[in-house]
């Protein structure tokens, strides 16, 4: 056996030899490999690590960005989707299944008829419309717009105008019941697609947490003290008076203004309350320069 195969034959084994000198003498190849970053990180230069380190930032931020325009995407069509979908709904229900219903249930029961008959405070407003249009029929009479009519012409037409009056406001009494079961419709419609979407409200809510995240705090400032002011400013209680009459009046109410005046006075204050507590108490730690700007702004 020559010196080669004899080197060969020591270094199969783990022995050391003259001949293994080019493997390192004793240190097999193995020992030599380091795991140490910091050894790793001197074989390279300054540049390299700045260079990987700004790949990997802008990987991040890459990634972050089609995120972000995926779930924006994904949002603003679910976010359709809730619109559009239970008022669809809303109009189907009332329009072609309760509005017929009604009309034909009023003609069969009595008491249905009755219900939804004109009210006391419609009559009322039947009445000036009526003396309204009597005071018109005499205008014209006496400009000579129209040739003079007898009592019993008169009557006539003032008949006829009552009696469309009756049909308008017994529509509108038939309209405002069919809205309650519409609305009940849309509601179960909307509470049903957040129920049975959890990941699509979860976007939902991470695109509005981010979008939020982009504005100033200058202009966080600014919508807090706008939607504050318009909801709870001292201007904002006819527009609570209005609101509330808009309700009841879509639903056949009619509005009892001692009751209204309660609700403005007790409901808008205990808002009030609620928004300046979570300003002063739990806006500061969310965010501490939004709160530093609304504590300038209130100040001054």
């Known amino acids: 056996m020559n010196a080669e195969e004899r080197s060969w034959e020591d270094w199969i084994s783990g022995g050391s030899t003259s001949g293994g000198g080019d493997w390192g003498g004793d240190v097999s190849v193995l020992d030599q490999i380091t795991d140490d970053p910091a050894e790793i990180l001197r074989d390279k230069s300054a540049i390299e690590v700045f260079g990987d380190s700004i790949d990997e930032d802008y990987d991040d931020m890459l990634l972050e960005d089609r995120v972000f325009m ?21 109009f189907l229900v009332h329009d072609y299944v309760m509005m017929p219903f009604l009309e034909r249930y009023v003609q069969k029961v009595p008491l249905a008829a009755e219900l939804l008959d004109v009210r006391r405070s419609q009559k009322l407003q039947m009445v000036k419309d009526l003396n309204i249009e009597k005071a018109r029929y005499r205008f ?20 006829e105008k009552a009696l469309e009056l009756r049909d308008e406001w017994r529509l509108e009494n038939r309209n ?18 957040i129920c049975f979407n959890p990941s699509k ?3 939902l809510k991470f695109t509005g947490y981010k979008l939020l995240n982009n504005i100033s705090d200058s202009g966080k400032a600014f919508l807090i003290i706008l939607v504050s002011d318009i909801l709870l400013g001292y201007h ?3 527009g609570w008076h209005t ?19 309660f609700f403005v006075c007790l409901v808008p204050v205990a808002f009030d309350v609620l928004i300046k507590f979570w300003v002063y108490k739990y806006l500061p730690r969310l965010s501490p320069s939004v709160g530093n700007i609304l504590d300038e702004i209130t100040r001054h």
């Open 236 to 238: 904002s209680e006819p």
């Open 243 to 261: 609101m509330v009459e808009v309700i009841l009046e879509h639903y056949g109410l009619e509005a009892d203004q001692a009751a209204v005046t």
């Open 70 to 90: 995926y779930a924006s995407t994904n949002s603003a069509k679910f976010l359709a989707l809730l619109i559009v979908v239970p008022w669809v709904i809303d």
């Open 201 to 203: 409200v979860a976007m």
């Open 140 to 159: 014209e009479v006496e400009i000579g717009k129209s040739p003079p009519l007898s009592d019993e012409e008169v009557w006539s037409e003032l008949r």
């Open 176 to 193: 405002a019941f069919a809205n309650i079961w519409s609305d009940m419709v849309y509601g179960i419609v909307l509470f049903l697609l």
